[in-house]
T-cell receptor, first 115, second 113 residues
Framework: NAGVTQTPKFQVLKTGQSMTLQCAQD?????MYWYRQDPGMGLRLIYY???????DKGEVPNGYNVSRLNKREFSLRLESAAPSQTSVYFC??????????????FGSGTQLSVL | QQQVKQSPQSLIVQKGGISIINCAYE??????FPWYQQFPGKGPALLIA?????SEKKEGRFTISFNKSAKQFSLHIMDSQPGDSATYFC????????????FGKGTKLTVNP
């Protein structure tokens, strides 16, 4: 069972370049999330999708866009990368609407550097 | 506004000792309190979770203590082992609400042999 798969694992961008981080889950989960992790800042929610066809802003959405392509896939796009977006990005998923379904399953992360 | 405050930021414990990490929350509507464990280069993984209808939950060497009136909860790791060295995050959410987990800033635990 692959769980949550993120690509790429590492990426270096120049300021102003664009890129899309890909995420796919094979657990038939309804909800998907994008977090960024910075030293001393914990995990901060960028965007989430409670179900296929819906997306909502999290705590730090500026500079990002997302697409819930289908139930399996949730992508994060940086249109014009800035050094402040240097971070480790995690995709996560979970069931929703059921008792005990709150467990988040995380991918292994994408380490992004913007020069 | 930081909804979940976690302390300490880092913790060094000797093998066999007790590791204690504390969290405090503000929103009294929170009703689900998980702890996540993260090893270097990996994504966080659920370690243990508690709901406010109980004051304590134990799974092996890991125990969550919950104090609803003080709006605090803590993770105790008994007989800490070098393999427990990781970053630990507390979190909180409202079941059936916006489906968003709010995380603390994390505690880096080092267990020395």
């Amino acid at each position: 069972n692959a769980g949550v798969t993120q690509t790429p694992k590492f990426q270096v961008l120049k300021t102003g370049q664009s890129m899309t981080l890909q995420c796919a889950q094979d657990m038939n989960h309804n909800s998907m999330y994008w977090y960024r992790q910075d030293p001393g800042m914990g995990l901060r929610l960028i965007y989430y999708s409670a179900s296929e066809g819906t997306t909502d802003k999290g705590e730090v959405p500026n500079g990002y866009n997302v697409s819930r392509l289908n139930k399996r896939e949730f992508s994060l796009r940086l249109e014009s990368a800035a050094p402040s977006q240097t971070s480790v990005y995690f995709c996560a998923s979970k069931k929703s609407g059921t008792l005990g379904g709150e467990k988040l399953f995380f991918g292994s992360g994408t380490q992004l550097s913007v020069l | 506004q930081q909804q979940v405050k976690q302390s300490p930021q880092s913790l060094i414990v000797q093998k066999g000792g007790i590791s204690i990490i504390n969290c405090a929350y503000e929103n009294t509507a929170f009703d689900y309190f998980p702890w996540y464990q993260q090893f270097p280069g990996k994504g966080p993984a659920l370690l243990i979770a508690i709901r406010p209808d109980v004051s304590e939950k134990k799974e092996g060497r890991f125990t969550i203590s919950f104090n609803k009136s003080a709006k605090q909860f803590s993770l105790h790791i008994m007989d800490s082992q070098p393999g427990d060295s990781a970053t630990y995050f507390c979190a909180a959410s409202i079941q059936g609400g916006s489906e968003k987990l709010v995380f603390g800033k994390g505690t880096k635990l080092t267990v020395n042999p």
